[in-house]
C-alpha cells in the first residue's frame, strides 16, 4: 500500500486577515509507494474534503487537485484554489467547528485514490474566530490566562540539543556527529620515506606518497620549508623540490561559515524568524503548534528518523540522513557494499536490477543519453532495444546518427581457429510465426539498400563465400517450405548468373510419366514484341527497357497451367515501417516459367524430328519407287525405238 507523510508545517494558512476568515490554506505532504521510495517528479491525483463535527462529519466542502511532487516526493497546494466538487471554501464557518481534513490520493496522477488520511484542523484556520479572537491587542494574543507574553518561545541549540522554553529538547546528533571537528586543528603529521601522514584534529588521517618530489640524485634528506592553506587547498613546500597541493574539500568545505551564531532571531505572531551569522535567515510559521487551548507547550520527539511534535504530525527525515551507503569522490559515486540495487523494485536478483513501470514500448526501464542529452540507449517495457534514438517496431533496431562516420551500422565478427568443428555463423537468425498468430509477411533477414549519391553500387543484401575448404560455399542460401506463394529468391531488376543448376535428379522424383503433345501445344502460343510499361507504380518494379520479345501469360495458362504462376510485388519502399501487415500498395500479376517451357521446347522438337524422319523416310521410299519406274521406263523406251526401227526396215 501506498504511503503519505505529512510535513511538520503541513497546514499553514496563506491568506490572514484579523477581521475575515482565510481564503486558502497551503497543505504540503510527501507521497511514498509500497516500497517505501519516494514518489519523486510525478504528478499526483488528490482530493480534499473539510468534514464538519467529526472524522465522519458530513464534507462541507470538496476539491480536487493535480500537484507534481519535486525530487523529494513532496507535493504543495493551497486548499480552496483547486477544482470544486462541492461547497464554497470562503462560506465555510470556521466558528461552528471542530472542523477535519481528509486528503485522498491516486499516486498515479488519476482519480483511483487508494490513499486516505483525515486529521483534526487544531487552531488553523478557525483560530481567528476562536473565543479569544476578539481580545487580539497590538498583534499579542490575550488568552485566558491574560499574560500577553506567555505564549512566547525561545529556541536554543546547545551542543546536539535543540530546545524550545517550556518544551523538550530534540537530539541531533543522527544529522550532525557532534565531534566539534568543523574547527579542526591539523595533528600528528610525519614523514616516513616518501609517505606524508596529514593527520587532523578529531578526524582520520591522510598519506600522501611524495616520491615524485624526489629527483634520484642522492638528495633525499629534503626539508619542508613551508606550508600554506588556501580555503580547502594546501600546499606544501619541500627544499629543492616543487610544491605540491592537496585538496581538503573532503574534511571541511571552505566556507568559513563553520563557526556561525544564532543571530538576529524572533517571533512576530506565530511566525519564528531564525537568523544565523553571516547567512540568509529563514521563517517558520509556528501557527501549528498552537491548539487554541492557551497551552502551546508542546514537546517534540525523535524516534529513529521521525520527528513528532505533541498533539501534531510526524515528519520522516530519512531523505536528509546520510547513512554512509553512498560515497562522492570528485565528481564520481560509488558504493563499496556487496548487495544488490534494486530501482523500482525491492527484489533485487542481480547486482543491478531495473524495473520499468509498464509493458509497452511507451514506457522505458532503461535510458542511457550522451553528453548532448541524445538518447544512445533505451530498453522498453516490453522487452524492445534500439540505439541513437529509433523507438521502432522492431525488437532490436540501431539507428546511425546522419553524422557519423561509421561504415557499418552493425558488425558481427566470427574468427574461430580452434580445432572446434561445427556450423558457423556470422548471423543467424530464425523467424517463426505460430498458428495462433494473424497473418503477415515473415522475414528471417530484410536487406533494403538505398542510395542517392555518386555511381557506387547499391546492395540490399550481398553474400560472399571463399575459403580454402573443399565443401560448398554459398554466397547467399535460401530455401522455402511451406504453403502459398515461396520464392527461395525474389528479384525485382535484371539477373546475372554465371552459372545455375536446379535440382532435377531421378531420385527427387515420382508419378514420372511420358509427356506427349508438346509440339501441337506449341502451335497456340503467340510470340509476342512488347515494351513493359514504366509508368506509376510500374516504375517501382525496374522492367527492362527497349523492345521485347516474350508470350503473354494469359495465352498460356490454360495449356500450360503448370508454367504461370499467381504473384505479387511490394510497392512499399521501406514495408517494415510503411505496411508491416501488407494490407495495401500490393501489386499482383501472374509470371511465367521460361525456364520450365525448355524441356516442353525439347519434346516438341524431339516431336517434330520424329515426323522429319518420318518424311524421310517416306521421301526414299519415293525416291526408290521413281528410280525404278524411271528404269522401266527407260526399258520400255528402247524396246518402243526397237519396234520403230524393225518397222522401218519392214518398210
Request: proline share 2%; aromatic share 6%; hydrophobic share 30%.
Amino acid at each position: 500500500m501506498n504511503k503519505i507523510y505529512t510535513l511538520l508545517t503541513a497546514l499553514t494558512i496563506t491568506a490572514i486577515s484579523f477581521a475575515q476568515a482565510p481564503e486558502k490554506i497551503s497543505y504540503q505532504a510527501i507521497v511514498r509507494d509500497a516500497g517505501n521510495a519516494l514518489v519523486s517528479t510525478q504528478t499526483v491525483g488528490m482530493q480534499l474534503s473539510i468534514l464538519q463535527g467529526s472524522i465522519t462529519g458530513p464534507a462541507v466542502y470538496v476539491e480536487t487537485q493535480m500537484p507534481s511532487s519535486n525530487i523529494n516526493g513532496l507535493v504543495s497546494i493551497e486548499i480552496g484554489s483547486g477544482t470544486v466538487v462541492s461547497g464554497a471554501f470562503n462560506t465555510i464557518d470556521w466558528s461552528a467547528g471542530p472542523y477535519y481534513i481528509k486528503t485522498e490520493t491516486d499516486p498515479t496522477g488519476g482519480t483511483t485514490y487508494t490513499i486516505t488520511g483525515t486529521s483534526q484542523l487544531m487552531s488553523v484556520p478557525y483560530a481567528l474566530h476562536s473565543k479569544t479572537a476578539e481580545n487580539v491587542t497590538n498583534d499579542q494574543v490575550d488568552d485566558a490566562d491574560a499574560d500577553p507574553t506567555n505564549e512566547i518561545q525561545d529556541i536554543s541549540l546547545t551542543g546536539m540539543a535543540l530546545s524550545i522554553s517550556g518544551g523538550s529538547n530534540v537530539d541531533l546528533t543522527t544529522i550532525q556527529d557532534g565531534t566539534g571537528t568543523d574547527d579542526q586543528n591539523i595533528s600528528g603529521s610525519g614523514l616516513s620515506g616518501t609517505d606524508l601522514t596529514i593527520g587532523i584534529e578529531g578526524g582520520t588521517s591522510e598519506v600522501v606518497n611524495l616520491s615524485s618530489l624526489q629527483d634520484g640524485t642522492g638528495t633525499d634528506d629534503q626539508n619542508l620549508t613551508g606550508a600554506t592553506l588556501t580555503g580547502t587547498t594546501l600546499q606544501v613546500d619541500i627544499e629543492n623540490g616543487t610544491s605540491t597541493t592537496v585538496d581538503l574539500a573532503v574534511l571541511q568545505d571552505g566556507t568559513g561559515t563553520d563557526d556561525q551564531n544564532i543571530s538576529g532571531s524572533g517571533l512576530s505572531g506565530t511566525d519564528l524568524t531564525i537568523g544565523i551569522e553571516g547567512g540568509t535567515s529563514e521563517v517558520v510559521n509556528l501557527s501549528s503548534l498552537q491548539d487554541g487551548t492557551g497551552t502551546d507547550d508542546q514537546n517534540l520527539t525523535l524516534n529513529g528518523t521521525n520527528l513528532s511534535i505533541e498533539a501534531g504530525n510526524t515528519v520522516n527525515l530519512s531523505s536528509i540522513v546520510d547513512d554512509g551507503d553512498w560515497v562522492l569522490s570528485g565528481n564520481d559515486m560509488y558504493n563499496s557494499n556487496t548487495g544488490n540495487i534494486g530501482i523500482g523494485t525491492t527484489q533485487g536478483a542481480a547486482k543491478v536490477v531495473i524495473r520499468g513501470s509498464g509493458s509497452t514500448s511507451l514506457t522505458d526501464a532503461l535510458l542511457v543519453e550522451n553528453s548532448a542529452g541524445t538518447d544512445i540507449l533505451k530498453i522498453s517495457d516490453d522487452g524492445r532495444i534500439s540505439f541513437n534514438g529509433n523507438n521502432s517496431a522492431s525488437q532490436l533496431y540501431n539507428t546511425v546518427p546522419n553524422s557519423s562516420t561509421l561504415s557499418y551500422a552493425q558488425r558481427n565478427y566470427f574468427y574461430r581457429s580452434s580445432t572446434t568443428s561445427g556450423s558457423m555463423y556470422g548471423i543467424y537468425s530464425y523467424t517463426n510465426r505460430g498458428t495462433g498468430a494473424t497473418s503477415g509477411p515473415v522475414y528471417s533477414i530484410y536487406g533494403y539498400g538505398f542510395n542517392n549519391v555518386g555511381l557506387d553500387n547499391t546492395y540490399g543484401v550481398r553474400g560472399y563465400a571463399s575459403g580454402n575448404s573443399s565443401g560448398t560455399k554459398y554466397g547467399v542460401y535460401g530455401s522455402t517450405g511451406g504453403n502459398g506463394i515461396r520464392y527461395a529468391g525474389f528479384f525485382s531488376g535484371n539477373v546475372y548468373c554465371s552459372g545455375a543448376y536446379l535440382p532435377s535428379d531421378e531420385g527427387l522424383k515420382r508419378n514420372i510419366s511420358d509427356y506427349d503433345d508438346a509440339l501441337d501445344q506449341l502451335s497456340y502460343i503467340e510470340v509476342k514484341e512488347y515494351e513493359y510499361i514504366h509508368d506509376g507504380d510500374f516504375s517501382k518494379m525496374d522492367l527492362p527497357k527497349g523492345r521485347q520479345v516474350g508470350i503473354m501469360a494469359q495465352n498460356i495458362e490454360h495449356t500450360f497451367p503448370q508454367l504461370t504462376k499467381e504473384t505479387e510485388f511490394d510497392l512499399n519502399e521501406d514495408p517494415e515501417n510503411e505496411d508491416p501487415e501488407r494490407k495495401s500498395n500490393i501489386l499482383k500479376f501472374k509470371a511465367v516459367n521460361y525456364t520450365g517451357m525448355i524441356p516442353i521446347t525439347v519434346k516438341a522438337i524431339q516431336e517434330q524430328q520424329d515426323i522429319i524422319n518420318g518424311q524421310k523416310e517416306k521421301i526414299q521410299s519415293l525416291e526408290t519407287q521413281m528410280h525404278e519406274m524411271k528404269k522401266m521406263m527407260e526399258l520400255q523406251q528402247a524396246q518402243i525405238e526397237k519396234l520403230i526401227g524393225q518397222s522401218n526396215n519392214n518398210d
